[in-house]
């Protein structure tokens, strides 16, 4: 018995003593709130690094230097000192911290680190400029998370950087959250885990971080917490910045970052201004190709969706200026539509792609004829750009290969290949929305349903 007792001693001693030696480790660790990489306006020669920290820490320090195997990392480093700001919204106070390298050489790899400011630090991450020339690269694009941001989501974004290693950033269209509130964006941040830190985000509003700030429906504003938690280039003009417009070039690509909540129910003057804002921020002639993002859909296809308001006028600018994909969310559904071309043609409407990668699922409302759709299925997808080419793919949660095609282009011409697998299109309806309906309202979705997609499968 007095064996036990002393073998007993010994083992919770050494555990003990294990235990302290690991926390003398990460006494010196830090760990920031939502950090992430932004993308900024000149990619291939700055980044910025944001953070949040809780009131007592009000410094903000990080370092980098040149991607190394060596060790000797903090002794051939540079400091940068961050611009630190405390800041409360709707009664809850933090610190906002954000960094800015600059001189960065083009298509290098960096590792950096962000602390307190006394002696404690984050591990070192890496991270990758742009290059200055139209060398080839690849994006990913995520729809909705809304709901499931815990549960169902990190499967999502997990397997879209196994699918997509390489990937140099991450779009995603919106509705992050369900009801803007601050614990689910950090929710969104603590699955996102390293990936956010390591390749830049951006991220357009959706309506759901519209928070409610009175009694009406429409007493809503775009929460204020936003600002501090996605960076874009804030090149907007006026009374747009800060509001979720703003455009980048990327290698020879135009990404324009189109606020579509404000734009369809904003105040009038913030309309035109935005309207006027997204005639120049298209005009990119030089560009190899444009890419929008935005949260509503050009097509809705959710059921009891109805199109915006100025969306037929969103229709005719993507039109004139020559855009080739509009990436979308709000109807949790996927959706493409870009139907292939008869060789190289002058005048090509935009790809149009709606997507989810949430737990949320809706029902379809079978008035749009789409080239591939799928039901009650989470998605990211992968776009990459090489020369004249844009090849879009589209994954299930599982990784599988779903949907893809390729935009061409030649001498101011372009043509659409449909290069979508030869495998049975997703639709089940999602059970989960039964019980938004009454019974014979879900039985004439279901008959609505059985008919719409016994046509698309006669489609030859």
């Not at 002696?119 to 991270?127: A, M, R, S």
């Not at 949790?332 to 792609?353: C, D, E, L, N, W």
Request: glycine share 6%.
């Amino acid at each position: 018995m007095k064996r036990i007792k002393i073998i007993t001693v010994l083992t919770f001693s050494l555990l003990f003593s294990c235990t302290r030696g690991f926390s003398a480790e990460s006494d010196d660790q830090f760990i920031p709130i939502n950090m992430s990489l932004e993308m900024s306006e000149h990619p291939s020669t700055e980044q910025a690094i944001r953070w949040k920290t809780n009131s007592d820490i009000k410094v903000g320090v990080a370092q980098f230097l040149l991607d190394t195997p060596s060790p000797d990392l903090k002794q051939n480093c540079k400091e940068v000192h961050a611009t630190s700001k405390s800041v409360t919204i709707y009664d809850t106070a933090f610190v906002y911290h954000r960094v800015v390298f600059t001189g960065l050489i083009p298509a290098t790899e960096y590792l950096y680190r962000v602390g307190d400011g006394n002696g404690k630090w984050t591990e070192w991450i890496q991270f990758k400029t742009a290059s200055d020339i139209s060398n080839p690269f690849s994006f990913l694009f995520f729809g909705d998370v809304q709901t499931g941001i815990l549960t169902h989501y990190p499967r999502v974004i997990r397997q879209a950087v196994l699918t997509a290693p390489d990937a140099s950033f991450l779009l995603f269209a919106g509705d992050i959250g369900n009801r803007a509130y601050m614990s689910e964006f950090q929710d969104f941040f603590n699955t996102s885990g390293w990936i956010l830190k390591q390749k830049p985000v951006v991220a357009v509003p959706g309506n759901h971080e519209y928070r409610h700030v009175g009694p009406g429906e429409d007493d809503r504003e775009l929460t204020r917490e936003w600002n501090y938690m996605f960076g874009i280039p804030n090149n907007a003009e006026a009374n747009l910045r800060d509001r979720g417009c703003g455009y980048f070039d990327y290698q020879g690509v135009r990404f324009v970052l189109n606020n579509s909540r404000d734009l369809d129910d904003g105040e009038d003057t913030l309309v035109a201004d935005q309207m006027a804002w997204l005639e120049k921020a298209l005009n990119a002639p030089d560009s190899k190709f444009i890419v929008v993002l935005q949260h509503y859909p050009i097509f809705p296809m959710g059921e009891g969706r109805e199109k915006k308001s100025k969306h037929n006028v969103l229709e005719e600018l993507y039109m004139k200026h020559g855009v080739d994909l509009v990436l979308t969310g709000h109807d949790h559904i996927y959706s493409r539509i870009a139907p292939r071309t008869k060789g190289f043609q002058k005048s090509v409407p935009p790809a149009y792609v709606l997507s989810m990668a949430g737990e949320k699922m809706y029902v379809p409302n079978f008035n749009v004829n789409v080239e591939r759709m799928a039901l009650n299925t989470q998605m990211f997808q992968e776009i990459s750009i090489e020369g004249n080419s844009l090849n879009f793919k589209a994954y299930d949660a599982t990784g599988e290969y779903y949907d893809g095609f390729v935009i061409e282009k030649k001498s101011g011409k372009k043509r659409i290949l449909d290069t979508k697998p030869p495998t049975s299109e997703f639709s089940e309806l999602p059970l989960s929305r039964k019980s938004k309906y009454k019974d014979a309202q879900w039985q004439q979705i279901v008959e609505k349903h059985k008919q719409y997609f016994l046509n698309r499968n006669k489609k030859p």
